[in-house]
């Protein structure tokens, strides 16, 4: 499957963005699908996935209560709203799609990024 991010843009603090990702090929619905984050100078860090169904999600505690995944199936489109953004969530996005394996979520196809950056 073949991922690609979009939606990232400059947005001053306390602003909102919705990024998306849009999947090719007819087995999204069969995957998990992730988003996480790098900043400048950081390590890739995880944000928040959501089940092949929708019908749950996981956020990173520092998203908790300012971001939403969710997924459109039908669009095989996975979108991450996210508010309150503060200048510590400026990275660069990526989504991925995954699934369960014994030593945790896994993932194995990654989209190209897109640059959120939130000015002070």
């Known amino acids: 499957v073949q991922l690609q991010a979009s939606g990232g843009g400059l947005v001053q603090a306390g602003g909102s963005l919705r990024l998306s990702c849009a999947a090719s090929?007819?087995?999204?619905?069969?995957?998990?699908m992730g988003w996480f984050r790098q900043a400048p100078g950081k390590e890739r860090e995880f944000v928040a996935r959501i089940s092949r169904s929708g019908g749950g999600t996981y956020y990173a505690d520092s998203m908790k209560g300012r971001a939403t995944i969710s997924r459109d199936n039908a669009k095989n489109t996975v979108y991450l709203q996210m508010t309150s953004l503060k200048p510590e969530d400026t990275a660069v996005y990526y989504c991925?799609?995954?699934?369960?394996?014994?030593?945790?979520?896994?993932?194995?196809?990654w989209g190209q990024g897109t640059l959120v950056t939130v000015s002070s």
């Open positions: 090929g007819r087995t999204f619905s069969s995957y998990t």
């Open positions: 991925a799609a995954g699934e369960f394996r014994i030593r945790g979520y896994e993932y194995d196809y």
